[in-house]
């Protein structure tokens, strides 16, 4: 059974950063995706950022040049470091992975941006 566990969240100030990071039971490059999504207040669940196994990365507009995704597959870990946050970024992010059909997801992570 995978399991994925977020950690990280927290309070910050606009302009602040915050690194996300999601551990991962077993290797992580047994996974063809994994991504960090977001959900606030009353809105839909979003993607923020995926990463392949290859190392390509792909972004949400509203936060490109501003949030990175990395792993490290020695520590079976993906991060997502968030940069100039803003208000708008606070939301439950979570945490998911890709196998085959099957998609993974964590319980999620709150970050609280103040202005």
């Known amino acids: 059974q995978v399991q994925l566990v977020e950690s990280g969240g927290g309070l910050v100030q606009a302009g602040e950063s915050l690194r996300l990071s999601c551990a991962a039971s077993?290797?992580?490059?047994?996974?063809?995706?994994m991504g960090w999504y977001r959900q606030a207040p009353g809105k839909q669940r979003e993607l923020v950022a995926t990463?392949?196994?290859?190392?390509?990365?792909t972004y949400a507009d509203s936060v490109k040049g501003r949030f990175t995704i990395s792993r490290d597959g020695v520590k079976n870990t993906a991060y997502l470091q968030m940069d100039n946050l803003k208000p708008e970024d606070t939301a439950v992010y979570y945490c998911?992975?890709?196998?085959?059909?099957?998609?993974?997801w964590g319980k999620g992570t709150l970050v609280t941006v103040s202005s």
């Open positions: 077993g290797s992580m490059y047994s996974f063809t995706t």
């Open positions: 998911s992975a890709s196998r085959t059909i099957t998609v993974y």
């Open positions: 990463i392949i196994r290859s190392g390509s990365t």
